[in-house]
């Protein structure tokens, strides 16, 4: 078994892109062993797209290489804003090889990048389906929040033994569409002092700048406990660049955001990755300016954003969000809608010295 880089092709379908294109095959096989089912498979295309934009992150992938084909990757991502201390690494090993060593190798890879990437803080994390957890009474549990993960996972296994801490836990939950009209009627509310606006794919031009400042908080105005994490620059080209890398995933941007009439800020938005075939749409961010809490604007984003969805792709039966253990007011939010428990995510982090 031998750890190389991988190349990453500028077009499929040619003999430079043949290992690239082994990979998304050999993690699609990993995702499904997971989960069952295949909401999280992706094409050649899709994970193209994501690796092609380098703007204002760097992924570096090296894979597992054992008797000529490809066995597990670790990917490292890191974060290119000035000041940035984290790096984020993805570790997957082929289920039927796991023991084996290989993850072991592969994170020591991931590592040596961090540190030859002058990182500080490398940040991991383990997924959980709800299947997954039934029974479990031994629990590792997080600096926050109530839930824990299993300690007999082997993915919980593999953190605590390679000195990784588990700094916080988030909620996956499911939403089956449609709502029913009565407790869709039950969300509804007048908005006194805001307003909503909705656009897919492409953020309106006299709304970008402010669209920019808004997600920029995303990395400082959201739960973080027991986690470090890096505050992320955000202009209006940033923003387009990720609606480009979207557009190109076949997974534009549903969103609606709450303006503030007095001020003209953008006071709360959320939005949804929405792609062109299959029944389900992911969650992306979902945020409530601090100066503007307290009106409500969460349950009011969240439900005009899916009044949208029905009304523009109405293919979409499923909703995904993942939200921080301990952020109660958003949790609540989500059960008035009727979501419903679908999974949890560890985030581990490492501090080098």
Same mark, same amino acid.
Do not use: M, S, W
């Given at each position: 078994m031998r750890v190389t880089r991988l190349h990453i092709p500028d077009a499929l379908g040619t003999r430079e892109s043949a290992a690239f294109e082994e990979l998304v095959g050999v993690l699609n096989g990993i995702v499904v062993d997971l989960w069952g089912d295949d909401d999280f498979v992706e094409t050649a295309e899709q994970a193209l797209a994501a690796h092609r934009e380098q703007d204002y992150v760097e992924r570096i992938v090296h894979v597992a290489v054992e008797e000529g084909a490809i066995v597990g990757r670790v990917e490292a991502i890191f974060p290119l804003e000035e000041d940035s201390e984290t790096v984020s690494l993805l570790v997957d %090993?082929?289920?039927a090889l796991r023991g084996r060593g290989i993850g072991t190798a592969l994170l020591e890879k991931g590592e040596e990048l961090a540190a030859e990437g002058g990182r500080r803080v490398i940040s991991t994390y383990t997924e959980h389906p709800v299947r997954t957890l039934e029974g479990a009474d031994r629990l590792v549990r997080a600096p926050a929040g109530t839930a824990g993960l299993p300690r007999e996972s082997p993915h919980v296994r593999f953190a605590l033994k390679h000195g990784y801490t588990l700094g916080q836990i988030e909620r996956s939950s499911e939403l089956h569409l449609p709502l029913p009209p009565e407790r869709e009627a039950g969300l509804t509310m007048t908005l006194n002092g805001f307003r909503l606006v909705s656009w897919w794919?492409?953020?309106?031009?006299?709304?970008?700048?402010?669209?920019?400042a808004m997600k920029a908080r995303m990395s400082t105005d959201i739960p973080q406990t027991g986690i470090a994490v890096d505050p992320e620059d955000w202009d209006g080209e940033r923003v387009r660049s990720q609606e480009r890398t979207l557009v190109a995933r076949g997974e534009p941007l549903l969103v609606t955001a709450a303006v503030h009439e007095e001020t003209g800020e953008i006071a709360a938005y959320t939005e949804l990755a929405v792609p062109?075939?299959?029944?389900?749409?992911?969650?992306?961010?979902?945020? %409530?300016?601090?100066?503007?809490?307290?009106?409500?604007?969460?349950?009011? %984003?969240?439900?005009?954003?899916?009044?949208?969805?029905g009304r523009r792709a109405p293919h979409i039966r499923r909703i995904l969000t993942w939200n921080a253990d301990e952020n109660d007011p958003m949790l609540a939010i989500n059960r008035a809608f009727g979501f419903r428990p679908h999974a949890l995510t560890g985030h581990w982090q490492k501090t080098l010295d």
């Open positions: %090993v082929a289920p794919g492409a953020a309106p031009d006299d709304l970008l700048e402010r669209f920019a062109a075939d299959g029944t389900k749409a992911e969650q992306y961010d979902t945020l %409530v300016a601090r100066a503007h809490r307290g009106h409500r604007l969460g349950t009011a %984003v969240k439900l005009r954003n899916i009044q949208e969805l």
